[in-house]
């Protein structure tokens, strides 16, 4: 069943056409760790921007790999765009999704601050 999320004021909304994940990853990089992100990865091709494209700014460090995307009006990071071996995917900000509960999810943990 798909699942949708946004952003903290509404402007930037989305949906994916999955069911809801039962796991999360959580990562120890400077990035992840200071926004306290759990995230899930998903095919591009699942993915839909509902709203807000024009509210959405990027933000690109290290290998400039990933796109994090921001909300401009209240600064959340609900996805980001990125690829894998298999192709495009986006990062979900599992926070950003309200009928995910957070405490019922096997958590991954990922030493990204080794990389």
């Known amino acids: ?13 989305f949906s994916v056409a999955a069911d809801a994940p039962n796991d999360g990853m959580t990562c120890n990089c400077s990035h992840c760790s200071r926004k306290g992100f759990v ?10 921007l509902e709203s807000g494209a024009d509210h959405l700014a990027d933000y690109l460090f290290y290998k400039h790999a990933i796109r994090h995307q921001f909300c401009k009006t209240c600064g959340t990071e609900a996805f980001a765009l990125g690829t894998s071996p298999n192709g495009d995917m986006r990062a979900i900000n599992l926070r950003c999704v309200p009928s995910i509960d957070i405490d019922t999810l ?10």
């Not at 096997?106 to 990389?115: L, M, N, R």
């Open 1 to 13: 069943m798909p699942y949708t999320g946004s952003c903290h004021c509404g402007a930037v909304t």
């Open 39 to 48: 995230l899930t990865f998903v095919p591009a091709d699942q993915f839909t």
């Open 106 to 115: 096997t958590i991954t943990k990922v030493d990204g601050a080794s990389f």
